[in-house]
């Protein structure tokens, strides 16, 4: 005769039920199932899943992000805090699901990276977090310079850094005080991108300009900078600016332009640009990788037809 399990049922549904269906085996334990009651669970065809060490889903099918966030943290500890791209996927700021998730324990901790846990031990423990039930998520700014710290290029570090600003959840001025904070080893890149985005630059395709222009050696100008009009109005926010010329370059992406109101909207700016004397030169991102010289040549023969009307004047 089989013999009845003396587990408490209660207690076990409540941890999965606050823990979005993932419990780690010394939760189920405590609970009164046994190692043999595990192991049928998780067996093929069972109920139940190992996703981490010691740590299961009582579900079938593959785990949300959500669940795989939950299971992160479970398994690295209690003090555990997920930081870099899967934080700011939890936080909002990032609707990408990454590979892997990285989770903050104290420095002292020896829990090991498995799976898809990527374990970073620190002495910089976040003393907030963002709690969304019981996943814990690093606040926006140590996020981002925690994912920014371990791109693997400066597109990516600055697609990360200009995201997070440009959709005002993170202030340049608390990214600064992350990387100030932060570790030098291994924050190059994020050092560059926050230091375009300070400059004015929001998007990937805008630091791509911005760094063909200083590498070319053309006059610098002002980046995301307002153009006015005689009495002060603003025009438009232009991706550059050469004041003194009146001469404005511009990262034409056709993400922007999916629709004619979009188009219209885009080619009045230009117009009332044009009517203020304002000489734009617009480039595609393509332009600006493919083709940099010509891109390079616009600008400069721009800037020069500019000078002399001015001197000639």
Same mark, same amino acid.
């Given at each position: 005769m089989p013999r009845r399990t003396t587990a408490d049922l209660p207690a076990l549904s409540a941890i999965l039920q606050r823990q979005q269906l993932v419990i780690i085996r010394?939760? #189920?334990? #405590?609970?009164?199932? +046994?190692?043999? #009651?595990?192991?049928?669970?998780?067996? +093929?065809?069972?109920?139940?899943?190992?996703?981490?060490?010691?740590?299961?889903?009582?579900? +079938?099918?593959a785990p949300s992000a959500n669940q795989r966030d939950m299971a992160a943290l479970v398994y690295a500890g209690p003090v555990s805090v997920i930081t870099g791209r899967a934080a700011l996927r939890g936080l909002g700021i990032s609707g990408e699901q990454p590979a892997m998730i990285d989770v903050l324990i104290p420095a002292h901790e020896q829990r090991q990276s498995r799976g898809f846990v990527v374990i970073r031990r620190t002495i910089r423990m976040p003393e907030l977090w963002v709690a969304e039930g019981e996943r814990r998520y690093a606040l926006a700014a140590r996020a981002v310079g925690d994912a920014a710290r371990v791109a693997g290029n400066l597109a990516e570090a600055r697609a990360i850094v200009a995201g997070a600003v440009q959709k005002r959840r993170c202030s340049v001025d608390l990214l600064i005080a992350e990387l100030t904070a932060g570790p030098r080893n291994g924050s190059r890149l994020f050092r560059i991108a926050l230091g375009e985005v300070a400059d004015g630059v929001l998007s990937v395709a805008e630091g791509d300009f911005r760094e063909l222009i200083l590498r070319a050696g053309l006059p610098r100008p002002l980046f995301n900078e307002p153009v006015r009009r005689a009495d002060g109005s603003v025009i438009a926010v232009v991706d550059a600016w050469w004041a003194e010329a009146r001469v404005a370059g511009e990262v034409d992406s056709r993400e922007w332009h999916l629709s004619p109101a979009d188009w219209e909207r885009t080619m009045r700016r230009h117009n009332e640009l044009a009517r203020c004397g304002v000489q734009v030169l617009h480039f595609s991102p393509r332009q600006i990788k493919a083709e940099p010289r010509a891109v390079v040549a616009a600008i400069a023969g721009a800037l020069a037809q500019r000078g002399n009307r001015a001197q000639a004047g």
């Open positions: 010394s939760q #189920a334990l #405590a609970c009164g199932l +046994t190692s043999d #009651a595990i192991q049928h669970r998780i067996k +093929t065809g069972g109920s139940w899943q190992r996703v981490l060490p010691g740590t299961y889903l009582a579900q +079938t099918g």
